[in-house]
């Protein structure tokens, strides 16, 4: 800590700049293509996370269409419901959420919400990108290999993952797990970047306790990518030479097809704990940025200063370290001892706390605000409801004996769609409505934007929740075909077909969105810099969209903290960051 | 309500604390190593492999290695551009050597019928000395660089920070060998049982 030395009348001497730091590209393709600037690099990664998250969405289709009408569609055969399974998860958590909320809105918003004209290693950065690219390439590439791509599940679990009879034992699993073990080291290379951008290139006056929440979200949920992905990647190689080389480090001695495989004394347990110290933080990795997102939308478009600051950023935290020994709550029902469950369900419901205090500082932020319901507004407010209606069942499913009976029924996946499907997708929309003037210099169009969230909003709540009833009949997940069974009523069935028909809708409501975004780059309103009327530094770039080296010829001074709203005593309702105290002019800050 | 104190960002350059973070999550990488090692060597199995030798000649040498870097990063600090270039290269040259020794430490072991399939420990051994290697390979790549800007003649105000860096890898690099060589010739067995009484 350095104390710059304050005289009312000079004020803080601007930073210095080095220009000469600053990456210059020098053609068409080191503009556009190969680009090392962190804005190009955000639209690169979020094009590519959406167009591969369109696969996902047409794969749900097709599985919502099979447990729907199930004998209706004969090109949808069991081995393929399973593929479809899987890949619609993998990609949904991975290769879109985090790509988009680290790879996406961390790489745009970061460098201009701390001040700084780019990441710190913008070369490693552009390599970030092309490595997550060339993964999701061979992710893809599995859905034209023989066999087709995995049907093990996203969980990938042994021994079954790649044993003869999953669909894609021969190369989807073999490339499933090359694609993740490239995602992991693209990821690395970004998550170094965002981490070490938001320690050292925070612009003068910006301290920790100034950045907007959506920096911190990110930042913690780099760092804990940082430290979870590792397990991934550990249980990646390890399941990757059990398949290939014949060791046996997670199959266990077992007989396949009648003959006993080469495989002996290795535990898919071990895989099961390595899986999930990855997959439990990463239910956060995808959670915290929404959380950030979430905060900064509810209070612009309220027009209040966030409630209860310094709480949010040790709630986010807390949040983020707690979820490092909540793991084995996904492996209840694996055989553990008991004392190893009542352990992790201990540590699952304090995790309740620092996140109740989040929600509970969302709404005391949206009471006596003034509240404008605009596209962003209202997908916060979905993110707000949604989100803790999968708390709700989450409580549920942290309990051992509740979780036994109903883990591997439909409640599950309404309880993870609920929290970590529809809650951060509501904040990607959120956060694209709400940053795409930015962006692009334009608006979305209102009356498609007012569509795409009443469409996706209810949509999704008659998709998910009848699923919790239906779960708790007892109907099972990752099912082709449910059949005549005692416990499921007819009636079960006319519910799965109306979720079905919600899902197509919901799924069509998406085009109607990236029509949106193509439609308003060129037709949008001008948007001006500041639509919104937002306090946060990436709204004060001198140009919009923001050109390369976001600022101009000097780095903003920050003087406040990014939420100030509707202060007493001052005209405009806001005051941005970088706006000089009262006595002190902004040229006054560099006499 | 105004607070004009800057709290500066550290005035470590980025570099630095960039490897420090990319040294967290290498750490990561192998302590996840070390507890899956920890868990399956309690299955039924598992039958210990004898520990070449050479072994201990290669950790000799790579002791060595950190030590020439040391020795690099001293002179850098004296700004004396013929100590950098000699630590540099007996550094690396020592960490090839020290490559090279692992893989005839492989030779040794599969020669001797220890193949990578036919036991869990075999496999991991074979496993986590190969992931340890490309970490020294991938290290060896920022070091030719380094040691080529030398050799075209930097001055050594210019490499002072890469050699730092370099140093400090290899260091870290050292240290988790010498924990994996613990693990893998058995001398941690009891501290792992300990920890595993711990948890379960």
């Known amino acids: ?591 | 309500m105004v607070d004009l104190r800057e709290e500066s960002t550290s005035s470590l350059p980025p570099a630095k604390i960039g490897l420090g973070v990319f040294l967290a999550v290498v750490g990561s990488l192998f302590a996840l190593f070390i507890s899956a090692y920890s868990m399956r060597m309690n299955l039924v199995d598992w039958r210990t492999l004898p520990v070449p030798a050479l072994l201990w000649f290669n950790t000799g040498v790579l002791v060595l290695s950190s030590v020439a870097l040391q020795w690099a990063y001293i002179a850098a600090r004296r700004d004396d551009i013929q100590g950098i270039s000699v630590g540099l290269c007996a550094g690396g040259a020592s960490a090839v050597i020290f490559l090279v020794g692992q893989l005839l430490a492989w030779r040794q072991l599969s020669g001797a019928g220890y193949f990578l399939a036919s036991n869990p420990a075999n496999s991991f051994f074979y496993l986590i000395t190969a992931v340890h290697g490309l970490h020294l390979m991938g290290g060896l790549v920022a070091l030719g660089r380094t040691t080529a800007k030398v050799l075209r003649g930097a001055e050594a105000s210019q490499i002072r920070l890469s050699v730092e860096l370099c140093t400090i890898y290899w260091h870290f690099l050292l240290l988790v060998w010498l924990v994996l060589l613990g693990l893998l010739t058995g001398w941690t067995d009891n501290f792992v049982d300990i920890c595993r009484q711990l948890l379960s």
């Not at chain 1, 998910?464 to 099912?479: E, K, S, T």
């Open chain 1, 1 to 591: 800590m350095v104390d710059v030395p304050f005289d009312t009348v000079a004020g803080v001497p601007p930073a210095e700049v080095g220009e000469v730091e600053l990456y210059h590209p020098r053609s068409w393709w080191t503009r556009y293509v190969f680009s090392q600037d962190a804005k190009v690099i955000a639209i690169q990664y979020s094009i590519t996370a959406m167009s591969i998250g369109m696969v996902a969405l047409v794969l749900s289709w097709l599985m919502r269409l099979q447990l729907g009408f199930p004998g209706t569609f004969s090109f949808i055969d069991p081995n393929q419901y399973l593929q479809f399974i899987t890949m619609h998860g993998m990609i949904m958590v991975i290769y879109l959420l985090t790509a988009l909320f680290l790879g996406g809105f961390g790489n745009y918003l970061i460098p201009l919400m701390v001040g700084a004209r780019d990441m710190v290693f913008p070369y490693v950065n552009m390599l970030s990108y092309w490595v997550y690219l060339l993964a999701v390439v061979v992710l893809a590439s599995t859905f034209f290999v023989p066999g087709g791509p995995t049907g093990a599940g996203w969980t990938l679990y042994p021994p079954q993952a790649i044993l003869s009879g999953t669909p894609g034992q021969d190369w989807g699993i073999i490339l499933m797990l090359a694609s993740l073990i490239l995602f992991i080291i693209g990821f690395t290379m970004g998550g170094l970047n965002y981490v070490v951008t938001v320690l050292q290139a925070r612009t003068r006056g910006m301290t920790l306790m100034r950045l907007p929440l959506t920096v911190w979200g990110i930042f913690t949920a780099t760092v804990m990518a940082l430290l979870a992905f590792p397990a991934l990647f550990v249980a990646s190689v390890m399941l990757l030479l059990d398949r290939l080389l014949g060791t046996s480090f997670f199959m266990p001695t077992l007989v396949e097809m009648g003959t006993l495989t080469k495989y002996g004394g290795g535990s898919p347990i071990l895989f099961q704990h390595l899986f999930w110290f990855f997959g439990h933080p990463e239910v956060y990795i995808v959670a915290l940025p929404a959380f950030g997102i979430i905060s900064d939308l509810i209070s612009v478009h309220a027009r209040k200063n966030i409630f209860g600051y310094r709480m949010m950023v040790w709630a986010i935290v807390a949040i983020g370290a707690l979820s490092f020994v909540v793991w084995a709550h996904h492996m209840y029902v694996s055989g553990m001892h008991p004392y190893f469950g009542f352990f992790f369900a201990t540590t699952t419901l304090i995790i309740a706390v620092p996140t109740a205090i989040k929600v509970y500082n969302w709404v005391l932020t949206l009471w006596r605000g003034d509240i404008h319901l605009t596209i962003p507004m209202l997908f916060a407010l979905a993110f707000i409801i949604t989100f803790v209606n999968g708390g709700l069942t989450g409580l549920f499913l942290g309990n051992v004996v509740v979780d036994v009976p109903l883990s591997d029924t439909m409640f599950v996946v309404a309880h993870f769609h609920m929290v970590m499907g529809i809650a951060p997708i509501m904040a990607v929309f959120g956060g694209i409505y709400h940053w795409y003037p930015k962006v692009t210099g334009r608006m979305l169009n209102e009356a498609l934007g007012q569509f795409h969230f009443w469409v996706s909003f209810l949509g999704a709540y008659a998709i998910f929740f009848p699923m919790h009833y239906l779960g708790l009949l007892g109907m099972p997940r990752r099912y082709h075909d449910i059949g005549e069974t005692a416990f499921v009523p007819a009636s079960a069935h006319d519910l799965n077909a109306f979720m079905s028909v919600a899902a197509l809708i919901v799924g069509f409501a998406q085009l109607v969105f990236l029509f949106n975004l193509i439609w308003s780059l060129f037709k949008g309103k001008e948007a001006g810099g500041n639509p919104w009327g937002a306090a946060s530094l990436e709204w004060q770039t001198p140009e919009t969209p923001p050109g390369h080296g976001n600022w101009g010829k000097e780095l903003p001074i920050v003087y406040r903290w990014a939420y100030d709203y509707s202060v007493p005593g001052i005209a405009g309702d806001f005051v941005p960051q970088n706006d000089p105290p009262a006595g002190l002019s902004a040229q006054g800050a560099h006499p």
